[in-house]
């Protein structure tokens, strides 16, 4: 069996580091093997996660087979080598089958309502009452999570029109109720203020984007100790996204009031302890690949680089049930020619990608 040498430092969590590794086959071990035949040096991670990603959806819905490889062939050299897809409309199962694929953890279907998502992006429910049972549906097709589309603009408002829960607070506790049940955790979009105290009483294990948290639920959601992913790429639209909405002013310049304090609000979440996960949102109108542009931004709002990482790499991994770099684990990394921690900008500059043990990139 073929060993590597990894040269080490290998950065195994927040406070444990190994002097050096090796890789047999396509598994990590620290006991020196007999004979070595290859050698990498350099800072070694564990495989970066893109915890809000949409292999197999473009601009217009879903995309072919072809497209969505290339969009996962970009985050794999990217360093991303586990994904968590946060609704695709597309069935991506036989990315499983692709050894030079990162790993993929499902979360089916975006459930949303007629007209209060973007076109052919979710599963469009006619009543609120479906929804239990749809997530039931959409966990037993995805992989331990299901994604739903808390809040959107209500059109039918006219000028008035801006960002409104799709659900009533009893149907979301039973649908969260039905998914954990089915072994299930629930994601949730969510923009706006008004939709985040149902979510968290239902008992949401994740929020994506949370824009809209006030001071009072971001003492909720740290008190609750639900994760949030920030996706700043796509909060850094929000401007753009309000100059198209001329027909709609309140719901306009709510989301160039996010868009204004977007920074700041990141500040708050972390400072509360709040635990923040890197997801691009790739997919739609964001290319994939783009896991240190997220990270740039979480930087440029104030983290330090150490949680950057750490959110990255081993501490989404952990809470995701993914392995880190621990004695016989998947050989998932990424090497670096300078310790990530200290100048999280080198993640935009792996020096290897290393997947199921092969090198990649």
Avoid at 50 to 68: K, Y
Avoid at 217 to 237: E, F, M, N, S, Y
Avoid at 239 to 245: F, G, K, V
Avoid at 263 to 268: A, L, S
Wanted: charged share 25%.
């Amino acid at each position: 069996m073929r060993a590597v040498h990894l040269r080490g430092p290998v950065v195994l969590d927040d406070d444990r580091v190994a002097p050096e590794a090796w890789l047999l086959g396509d598994r990590i071990t620290f006991h020196r093997p007999s004979s070595v035949d290859a050698t990498l040096d350099g800072w070694v991670l564990p495989g970066l996660v893109d915890v809000h990603c949409h292999v197999g959806l473009g601009a217009q819905g879903e995309v072919d087979r072809s497209t969505a490889e290339q969009q996962a062939l970009a985050d794999r050299d990217s360093g991303v080598l586990l994904i968590r897809d946060a609704g695709s409309p597309a069935d991506t199962r036989w990315v499983d089958d692709r050894e030079d694929l990162p790993r993929l953890i499902r979360a089916g279907r975006h459930l949303a309502r007629p007209k209060r998502y973007l076109r052919h992006y979710g599963r469009e429910l006619a009543e609120v009452a479906e929804l239990p049972a749809a997530v039931v549906q959409e966990a037993v097709r995805g992989d331990g999570w299901v994604k739903l589309v808390a809040d959107w603009i209500d059109r039918d408002l006219g000028p008035d029109g801006d960002l409104r829960p799709l659900w009533p607070d009893d149907v979301l506790a039973q649908a969260v109720a039905a998914a954990h049940a089915h072994g299930a955790r629930v994601t949730a979009h969510t923009f706006a203020t008004e939709a985040l105290d149902g979510l968290l009483d239902a008992g949401v294990d994740c929020l994506e984007h949370a824009t809209g948290a006030d001071p009072r639920q971001i003492d909720r959601i740290a008190a609750a100790g639900v994760p949030v992913t920030v996706t700043l790429l796509q909060v850094a639209q929000f401007a753009a996204i309000a100059d198209q909405a001329v027909k709609y002013p309140v719901y306009a310049e709510r989301m160039r009031r996010m868009h204004t304090r977007r920074y700041q609000h990141v500040r708050d979440l972390h400072d509360a302890g709040i635990p923040l996960l890197l997801g691009t949102d790739a997919g739609g109108t964001i290319a994939h690949g783009r896991i240190a542009d997220e990270a740039a931004e979480l930087l440029a709002a104030g983290i330090p680089d150490a949680d950057v990482v750490a959110a990255a790499s081993w501490r989404t991994r952990r809470w995701l049930g993914a392995p880190v770099l621990g004695e016989g684990d998947p050989a998932d990394l990424v090497v670096y020619d300078s310790d990530p921690r200290v100048d999280a900008r080198v993640l935009a500059t792996p020096r290897a990608v290393v997947l199921r043990g092969n090198r990649v990139r």
